[in-house]
Each structure stands twice: as C-alpha cells, then as structure tokens.
C-alpha cells in the first residue's frame, strides 16, 4: 500500500517515526518543505528535509529537535571568531549534510536527487522528496509592513512578533519536483503530518500542481492536528493561524483543511471538538497526540491508518 506523507520538520519527524513502525518504510514517500530553505554561510540548508532525514535515521538531537546528536560546533564558533553572525548554529557535520547539497547543486544535479542520496547514506528505506527543486523561501508579514524570511523570523529572532500575513508566492510558482504529483497520483492514502498548516503545509499545497493533485486523487488524505488545547506542542503556530485569521484550536485547523482532507485526527483533550470538526464534513477520531515517545507516535500512526481505511471501505 503506498503511503504519502506531507511534511514539515520537528511535527511531522516525530510523527513519521511512528509511521514507519506501521507500515513498510519502503512504501513510504514523504513530501517535504523546502519553504524554510535558505544559504547559511554559503551553504544551501535543507532545514525540514534535514530534520525528517536525521530523526528517522535515530541520528536528531532529541533536546533541539534539530542537527545531529553529539555534533560539534568548531565550523560555526570560528566563524563567529571571524565576525559571521552565527544566529544559525549549524553543527559542524550538519553543515557537511550543507555543503554536500551546495557542491552538488552546483554540479548541476537536482535537489530531489541529492535528498535521495542523502537519506540512502542516512540508511532510510523512506523515499524523502522536497516539495520543489526551485527556490520557494516563505516570508512573514510583520506590523509595520516588515518582512522577514521564515527561519529569520523564528530561529534569528525567536518569533516575537504576530503576523499579519504569509507570502507564498514564490512556492505558488514553483514547479513540483520530479516524483511528486507521480507519488501522489499513485497514494493509496495521504497523511497530513501534524506540522505547521501556515509555514510547512502551506507551502506544500500551494506549489503548482500539488494542491489539484491532491483533490484529483482517490486515496483518503488524513491528518494530524498540531494544535492541542487551543495551543501549539511547540513553535509559533498560533502567530501564523491568526495570521492567516485561522482559530489556534484543532477545530480551527480542521476548518482551515475542509474540503482537501477526508479525515482528521484530533487530540483526546479536544474530544469535545469532534462534532464539530465531523460537522466541516471530515471524518473524526480523537486520541493521544502528544508524542512523548516513539510508542505514542507509533500508536497514533495506527489511528490514523485506521481511519483512512474506514475512510476507503465506505467509499
Ligand atoms: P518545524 O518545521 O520544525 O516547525 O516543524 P513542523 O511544522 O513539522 O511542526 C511544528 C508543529 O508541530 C507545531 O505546530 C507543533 O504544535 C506540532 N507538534 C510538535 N510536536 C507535536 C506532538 O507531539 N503532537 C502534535 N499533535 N503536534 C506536535
Ligand atoms: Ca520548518
């Protein structure tokens, strides 16, 4: 059964943990987010691509959610010692994962397969696709008609600010990578990773082609809430729902993907949500989302199967 999974990067890493521990990985192609791509140092970094890689190679630094356990830090120290602003602390073999896809790309080779190569070396079975190969960075809308590239926003300056718009434009304009309208077509279901809907599913669906591919097919697509109890695990998910004038809550979610999805997996605390959210015409379990543990992903992975199959027997 082949299995799609649209993704960002700490949410989604954790939750695909679980999925490959409930279905054959080889089965598994993961769409990824390059909307939060952007040159550090002169590197081309991947960082949602990198975090999906690292977490199911057992490699994540588990306190960061990002880089990679044990790395060092040698590379960005001595170029702080240099004067580099070194606000994007990229640990030294992290940065080789960088600088490997920099010298490729510019040898000419894709991003689709770089991120092939990579995760083979990573020792996945997990096909890892970025959404595009073309530049797509996600900028924030600030008051005051200030701009921010994403990672600016969140990792420079730690999401201070609310946000009062989104600019997709240039993933609205980029073309699909090689292999993912073809994955998509041929999915037997979608799952929705509980990652940001604004600044890592957004990108997603707005790459040209991605969102008709998404209705045109006939798998079920389900997803996860990353909202529980009216707030974010993690990040600045509520900035960017109320941005885009979405409620911080699971129902508000599952509004804001009414009409794509067929499903929708809800957190047990927001149980009294369901009817609501089955009310938007999609189909509703509620259940432990917080994964604490690869168990917990695991056990929420197979909820959500569950409902894609009741999903597809009653259709
Ligand atoms: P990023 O690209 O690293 O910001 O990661 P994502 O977009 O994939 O994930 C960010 C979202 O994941 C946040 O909105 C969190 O609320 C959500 N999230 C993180 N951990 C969990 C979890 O254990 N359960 C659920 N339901 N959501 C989570
Ligand atoms: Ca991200």
């Known amino acids: 059964m ?96 960088a600088l490997h896809r ?33 530049p797509a960075p996600t900028y924030v809308e600030l008051e005051g008609g200030r701009r921010a590239h994403f990672e600016e ?5 730690g999401a201070p600010d609310d946000v009062s718009g989104v600019d997709l434009s240039a993933a609205r304009a980029a073309r699909p990578a090689p292999g993912v309208i073809d994955a998509i077509a041929q999915a037997d279901q979608v799952l929705v990773c509980p990652s940001n809907p604004v600044v890592s599913i ?34 600045p ?3 960017l729902l109320r941005g885009i004038g979405v409620e911080v809550s699971a129902r508000g979610v599952a509004g804001h993907y009414a009409g794509l999805f067929d499903g929708f997996v809800i957190d047990e605390r927001d149980a009294e949500q369901k009817a609501e959210v089955e009310a938007l015409g999609l189909a509703c379990r509620s259940t432990e989302t917080l994964m604490r543990t690869p168990e917990i992903a695991e056990a929420l992975a197979r909820e959500v199967l569950a409902l894609a199959e009741e999903i597809r027997a009653r259709s």
């Open 153 to 157: 926003y969140l990792a420079r300056d």
């Open 102 to 134: 920099s010298v490729r790309l510019a040898e000419g080779v894709g991003l689709a397969e770089i991120t092939d190569q990579v995760r083979r070396t990573f020792g996945l079975e997990v096909t890892i696709l970025p959404m595009t190969e073309d």
């Open 237 to 239: 998910a509520d900035r």
């Open 2 to 97: 082949a299995t799609v999974a649209l993704a960002g990067g700490v949410g989604a890493a954790r939750f695909l943990r679980g999925v490959v521990r409930a279905v054959p990985p080889a089965d598994l192609t993961v769409i990824s987010n390059t909307g939060d791509d952007r040159l550090f140092y002169g590197v081309h970094v991947s960082p949602d691509l990198d975090i999906v890689t690292y977490t199911l190679a057992g490699q994540i630094d588990r306190t960061k959610g990002y880089g990679l356990a044990g790395d060092g830090f040698r590379v960005v120290d001595a170029l702080a010692d240099l004067g580099h602003e070194t606000w994007f602390r990229l640990g030294d073999r992290d940065l080789a994962t």
């Open 202 to 235: 957004g990108p997603i669906l707005a790459v040209q082609g991605v969102r008709e591919a998404l209705e045109r097919c006939r798998a079920p697509i389900v997803g996860v809430s990353p909202i529980i109890g009216g707030a974010p695990v993690k990040g």
